[in-house]
């Protein structure tokens, strides 16, 4: 991939430099993570290298870095950005311990590599090496999913473009990875999330750089996005990806994409857009069942226990415990079995249900801190109307449904009360409350389209 560059340099100059203060920052993750996530996570991280836009961090183990990205890496972006606007992304390095006790913490090779690529968009286009096939494991959630992201890859441009969708952390980057990593083997490939995309679009027309940036992104015979939903908004940027788009369908290449909504579910996107995201095939990851989150538990503790040649012992009782209480999103279900084995490591026994139950309090209860405020915002976003319209007196369908949708959520997902809700839609009395509960309940038993947005707006919900 690497050679194919067209005079990136041009493309991509650094933005003002800006340094970050440490010691100022480690202060900030203190304040804002609390004392024990503090020292028992963040404190190990180092500041290995700077660039202009990016950050490479040091932590001792493949598993710390593990769990800092599942769990905390959003919020760290946002405090360092509060610090260096310029920064985009973070890159964890393992930093080998003799290698810390020398004040030396990081390889030289390593980083000649880095600076090489730094600032090219090639940065933001490798592949992860374990987001494969081989990795993924199938449920029936994901099946579908699956053959056809395998079926993109034996026969290139039949399903064109293949967009895939679901809610958070149901495996959409990890497909589309795979797909990417099967397809480069003789493909040139490009893979790159839409912010990212976005970015650079952004970036260019700074510059004053577009030829440069068409060019880069239409000459790709396999064109992976990720998380399609971005591109909303700029007018500009939605012509450029749709003028990406047809050129790329034109000379024949392989499109794939991934999004946390159907097509036409997008916000704010042009209609010709949707339509021609949706003239391929198109579907959707469900939310994983209670067997295919045991199957990826067990799948990971004997990945690590490969990785770490050690022995991981955790009871069917365990992963019986964790596989019920984490709902839907994996990430957040490896990340929960992630901080079991440490506490496991760390107190040297066999941990039982009830141990769980301790060492995941915060996480499970954290999931549990949904506000009316964030159901009314995530409900009317979904359905793409204003907060305004939602909670309107005005009765056609398109609001009501939303709004009815939002209060049958506040009931079931917030310990208020019938009236209390009432008043936080602009004052209604408690029996359109119960009325809504009702109506939008046997919707849920009946209606294919209501289970599965449903489904949705709860994964949104649960994802901070
Ligand atoms: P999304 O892009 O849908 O938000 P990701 O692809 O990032 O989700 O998946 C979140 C995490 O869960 C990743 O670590 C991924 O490897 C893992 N994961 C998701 N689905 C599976 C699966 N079927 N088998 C193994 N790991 C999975
Ligand atoms: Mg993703």
Known sequence: MKNKSINQKNIFVSEEEKTLDWPTLQSDLKKNFGEEIYSSWLKSITLVKEYNDYLILGVPTRFFRDWIVSRY?????ELVKNHKLSLSRIEFK????????NGENFKIEELSKITEIKDSILNYNRLNTNLS????IKGS??????????KVCEQSSRYN?????????LGKTHLLNAIGLELQKDKDVMFISAERFMYHFIKSIKKNDMVNFKDFFRKASVFIIDDVQFIRGKESLQEEFFHTFNSLMEKGSQIVISADRPPMKLDRVQERIKSRLSGGLIIDIDVPDLQLKKDIIKNRIDYMQNQFKEHINISDEVINFISTEAKTNIRELLGVLNRVIAFGRVHKRILNASDCKNILKDVFNQAKIITVDKIQNTVSN???ITLTDMLSQRRSRPLARPRQVAMYLAKKLTTRSLPEIGR?????DHTTVIHAVKTITKLSEKDEEMKKN???IKSLLLEN
């Open 133 to 136: 096939f081989e990795n993924f």
């Open 141 to 150: 959630s994901n099946e579908v999913a699956l053959s056809y992201s395998k």
């Open 94 to 101: 393992i930093v080998e311990e003799q290698k810390a006790v």
């Open 382 to 384: 979904f359905f793409n």
């Open 161 to 169: 473009p293949l967009y895939i969708y679901g809610g958070v952390g």
């Open 454 to 456: 449903l489904i949705q």
């Open 73 to 77: 890496l959003d919020k760290i972006l």
């Open 424 to 428: 936080r839609f602009a004052n209604r």
